[in-house]
Structure formats: structure tokens, C-alpha cells
């Protein structure tokens, strides 16, 4: 283990420079205008791979092309064979304007290197290659077989990489799915994360006049679609965050007494996450702690909200429609299609009938929570623990990897929930960055959890 971890401490230099050109494709899956960029970044990852030792190749989809890489297989190897996924799309880097330097042009200062798709989910996939070269650049021997599933389009909902499962279940049966896409509560702590959110996406138009009409000659006898959709928007919450539909809580599982006393010691306090999400002051539902707010109970945001004229200056209209990007975060047992109806159904019944309401299905993903009591997740907390010295926490995240579940019904395979990303990591967000220490410490901990996983 030790040449391992030599290596490692002795590459950091050069491994930052291959991670910057990782982050130099614009590999911004939503945007249709992208599409040779995540060609040529998985091109790139193939090539990467392929220098480490790995033997890789690109699998073209439907949509953005699957990286799949392998350690090499010794002859009737008896070793568990463990899947390692990441994804090399990333978010829209939108608004540009708040961005200190451009989103594809990697920047460092002092521990933090920022650039989109640097915490989510670049530098953290990166991590684990990183560690697998150690592992054959020194000679070491693997204790496990790996395959590293590397996908485009884990931030449009994972439609392809589902398929491709079901062709390749054989070739892709597994112990256990290793991911770092998620987060750790601060640098000293590392974590498992057991649980994450699932989520549906859609959106809805409100369709009123044949065209944007003047507003001073018809406006106040023709329904203002924007102020129609604000009037329902309006309704989804109580004042105190209380989701509204009928139906929405049905199923909902209640937290437990232990998992609420381990809530009150996640470390970060309502004081710091205020400070930190910059908003004057904190909302959600009432009788449950930002932490559990955030990723025990479920959700409806607007993402986005489209209407009338957005330029420079006034302009006097009755917009002809207004359109609201929806998602909502689901917990565990919460049925995704359940959860869209009732939506749906509430929706048709709360319009006014003076405009048309149109609702256009997204994606959709059901919870996911996972034992920490099993082998593989002991396994991952001792491997944490050597790896960042410090003792690692047990927590449920807000976020959601739809494929996670797609794991466990076509693979038959859990997820180890190994995330190295930080609160602070600006993910989605301008200014995204990846934490240098996470980076490293992310890189060991991988190391040592190949080791961690073959013992008894
Ligand atoms: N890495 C995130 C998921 C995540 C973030 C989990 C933080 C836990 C904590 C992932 O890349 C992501 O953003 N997923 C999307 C999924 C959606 C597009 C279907 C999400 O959660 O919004
Ligand atoms: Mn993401």
C-alpha cells in the first residue's frame, strides 16, 4: 500500500494539470450546442484512461456517448468485481456574468481550483482514477476488479445509461457501485451517505392570448397569464412551508427518533448554512431542522420562471404565455408517478379558466437509502476514516442520482455513497470549485477502500 500512497503524494502536480484539461470541455449536456464537446471530452476520458493503464472504450448512445474503463483482469481472477460511477457532463454554467473567470478556464486559488464541473462531478469521478493509477503504475496489486462506468448525461436524467445497463447487465454484475457524487459536511468530515432524494421534473405553460396584446387597450379584461401562474405558484405553500396538494405527504416516511438525534450533530449550524446561501434569512417547513428540511422531506421548486418581455428597459404588454420550470424532491416511499399525478391533477383543478394549462413531463426518480450496516458500507467508513483521519458521519442528501436505483433493480447492486464535495463547492452554481484536499484525501480513500472491501 505504501508505494500507493508515495505515488500518489509524489503526482499531485501533474494530476492537477490533467484534471484542468478534464475541465476544459465544455460538457454542458443540456445544451444541444454541446454536443461535440461531451464527444470530445469522452474521447479525452477514453485516452486518459487508456494512459493509466485501464482498457477503455466509448460507448455511443442515443444521446452522449458511456465511458467504460477496466483494470486488467488477471487470469480466473476470483477478485469482486465493484462498478466506480461518475459522470463527465456537467450543469449550465448560466449566468456568466457572476463568474469571477470564464467557467471553462480553470483557475486556482490557494486550495480551491474553480471551474464548472469541478466538484460535480469531475474532480471527484477524477479522484478514483487517479487512486487505480497508483494502483498499476507502482505494480501494486488491485484486490478488486474495477469497471468504471463514466456517463454524459447524469444531469438530464440518465435515460440512456438505463438501457445500456439492461444490454450489458452481464458484463456490469457487481458487488457494490462505488460513487463520489455527493458531499461531506466540511473538510474534517468525511461521509457516507445513506440516502438521497428523488425527484420529478415538469414543466407548465399557461397559454392565454393569441399573442402579447398592449396592455393599456386590453389589459385588465384579458387574463395575464404571469399573473395567472404567480396566483397558483402562490398556493403550492402555506406560510410555513407546507406543501399544499393533496396527496403530496401520502406515504411519507416519518424520521426516526435516532435519525433526528444524529441530525441535531450534522456539523454545519442554521447560522453558518444562512451565511452561506447568502439569503437574508432561512424558510422551510415548520417542525423540522434545516438539515432534515434539506434532505428528509420532500420539496416543490420552480427552477425557472419564463414570461413576457426580459430586455432592457419597459415594455407594455399582456404576455401571450408563462411557463414555470418545476422540480419536486421526493423521500422515501414516495412513488414518482403517484406524486405527478396528484400534482397534476391539483394543477387542472386550480387553473382559472381563462388561460390554457399545458404540463409537460420531465424525469422522475424514486429515493434511494441504503443500509450503512452492510459489509461494503463498514468497509467504506474504515476507508474514509484512514484516509482523511478523522471519523466520518452518516448522513441522507438532499440530491438525487436517478440511476442509482437502476443499479439496484437491473445490476441487483447497492451504491456506496462516497461523495468529497463541500458545501461550499458552488455546485450548480457560479463559481464552482473542488476542494484540493478533498481531491487528495478523495484519491486515498479510494485506495485504501479496495483494500477495505476483500477484507472479511
Ligand atoms: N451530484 C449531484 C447529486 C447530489 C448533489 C447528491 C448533492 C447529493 C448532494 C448530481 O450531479 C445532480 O446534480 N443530480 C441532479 C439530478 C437531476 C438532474 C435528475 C440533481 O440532483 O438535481
Ligand atoms: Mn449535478
Redesign the pocket.
Known amino acids: 500500500m505504501q508505494p500507493v500512497l508515495d505515488y500518489l503524494k509524489q503526482n499531485q502536480k501533474r494530476f492537477l494539470a490533467e484534471f484542468c484539461d478534464y475541465l476544459r470541455f465544455a460538457s454542458v449536456s443540456a445544451q444541444p450546442q454541446h454536443k461535440d464537446d461531451l464527444q470530445a471530452c469522452a474521447e479525452w476520458l477514453v485516452k486518459h484512461c487508456q494512459q493509466i493503464g485501464l482498457s477503455a472504450k466509448l460507448c455511443q448512445t442515443d444521446g452522449h456517448p458511456i465511458v467504460v474503463a477496466k483494470t486488467p483482469r488477471e487470469k480466473n481472477s476470483r477478485n469482486p468485481h465493484y462498478m466506480v460511477y461518475g459522470?463527465y457532463d456537467v450543469?449550465p454554467p448560466e449566468p456568466l456574468e457572476l463568474w469571477t473567470t470564464p467557467p471553462f478556464e480553470p483557475r486556482m486559488a490557494g486550495r480551491n481550483l474553480f471551474a464548472r464541473g469541478s466538484t460535480?462531478?469531475k474532480g471527484q469521478n477524477f479522484a478514483h482514477l487517479k487512486a487505480v493509477e497508483a494502483y498499476l503504475k507502482t505494480g501494486t496489486s488491485l484486490p478488486c476488479n474495477l469497471t468504471f462506468v463514466i456517463e454524459g448525461e447524469?444531469?438530464?436524467?440518465s435515460a440512456n445509461l438505463s438501457k445500456f445497463l439492461t444490454s450489458h447487465r452481464k458484463e456490469l454484475n457487481c458487488e457494490a457501485v462505488v460513487i463520489s457524487?455527493?458531499?461531506m459536511p466540511t473538510p474534517k468530515h468525511p461521509a457516507l451517505?445513506c440516502g438521497?432524494r428523488g425527484?420529478i421534473?415538469f414543466e407548465i405553460t399557461l397559454h392565454g392570448p393569441a399573442r402579447d396584446l398592449h396592455s393599456g387597450i386590453f389589459g385588465g379584461a384579458v387574463e395575464n397569464p404571469a399573473m395567472a401562474l404567480a396566483r397558483i405558484l402562490g398556493k403550492v405553500h402555506d406560510n410555513h412551508g407546507h406543501i399544499q396538494i393533496p396527496g403530496f405527504y401520502d406515504g411519507v416516511l416519518p424520521l426516526s427518533k435516532y435519525e433526528r438525534e444524529q441530525n441535531k450533530r450534522y456539523p454545519l449550524t442554521d447560522a453558518q448554512l444562512q451565511k452561506l446561501v447568502g439569503s437574508p434569512q432561512l424558510f422551510g417547513e415548520r417542525g423540522f431542522s434545516a438539515t432534515e428540511q434539506r434532505s428528509a422531506r420532500p420539496t416543490f421548486e420552480i427552477n425557472g420562471l419564463t414570461s413576457g418581455y426580459q430586455g432592457e428597459g419597459s415594455k407594455t404588454i399582456v404576455p401571450a404565455w408563462a411557463r414555470a420550470k418545476i422540480?419536486c424532491r421526493l423521500v422515501p416511499n414516495q412513488k414518482p408517478a403517484q406524486i405527478r399525478k396528484a400534482v397534476c391533477a391539483w394543477l387542472k383543478q386550480v387553473c382559472p379558466p381563462t388561460v390554457r394549462l399545458e404540463i409537460q413531463a420531465g424525469?422522475g426518480?424514486e429515493a434511494y437509502h441504503v443500509s450503512p450496516e452492510s459489509a461494503p458500507a463498514q468497509a467504506a467508513l474504515r476507508a474514509l476514516e484512514k484516509a482523511f483521519g478523522c471519523k466520518p458521519v452518516l448522513m441522507r442528501?438532499?440530491?438525487?442520482?436517478?440511476i442509482v436505483n437502476q443499479f439496484k433493480n437491473i445490476l441487483g447492486a447497492e451504491s456506496l455513497l462516497l461523495?468529497i464535495?463541500l458545501p461550499d463547492d458552488n455546485?450548480?452554481s457560479p463559481n464552482e470549485k473542488f476542494n484540493l484536499d478533498c481531491f487528495e484525501n478523495g484519491q486515498r480513500m479510494s485506495a485504501y477502500l479496495w483494500q477495505e472491501l476483500v477484507k472479511p
Open positions: 459522470h450543469q460535480d462531478n447524469e444531469e438530464v436524467g457524487d455527493t458531499g451517505t438521497l425527484i421534473a422540480t424525469h426518480a442528501e438532499g440530491g438525487s442520482i436517478p461523495g464535495g455546485a450548480h
